[in-house]
């Protein structure tokens, strides 16, 4: 893996908490979720892919619906991506 996909790669996890987890942007869950996701932490019954996921996010928003985040570190080596949210809640 190239320096450059890395960085798009830890790109695109940045966003994916700032713009899909805090802003609500349902449709970049065609985008970034693979067909056979699974998240396991979802209730039972909750479907692969990015149905399930956008039924996490709808459950989750709808509980926090000022929910939102801000990346406090993120990087990347290889095909592996870690990401530091911040999550706030706003008062």
Same mark, same amino acid.
């Given at each position: 893996?190239? =320096?450059?996909?890395? /960085?798009?790669?830890?790109? &695109?996890?940045? +966003? ?8 609500? #942007? *349902? ?18 019954? =909750?479907?692969?892919? /990015?149905?399930?996921?956008? &039924?996490?996010? +709808? ?8 929910? #939102? *985040? ?22």
């Amino acid at each position: 893996m190239t =320096t450059a996909t890395t /960085s798009a790669t830890v790109d &695109a996890a940045a +966003r994916t908490q700032l713009e899909y987890y805090g802003g609500g #942007s *349902y449709d970049l869950a065609e985008r970034f979720v693979t067909a056979d996701y699974i998240d396991r932490e979802a209730p039972p019954g =909750t479907p692969r892919g /990015s149905d399930g996921a956008n &039924a996490v996010l +709808r459950w989750l928003r709808g509980a926090f619906s000022d929910l #939102s *985040y801000e990346v406090m570190d993120a990087f990347g080596f290889g095909d592996r991506v870690a990401v530091e949210p911040l999550t706030e809640r706003a008062h």
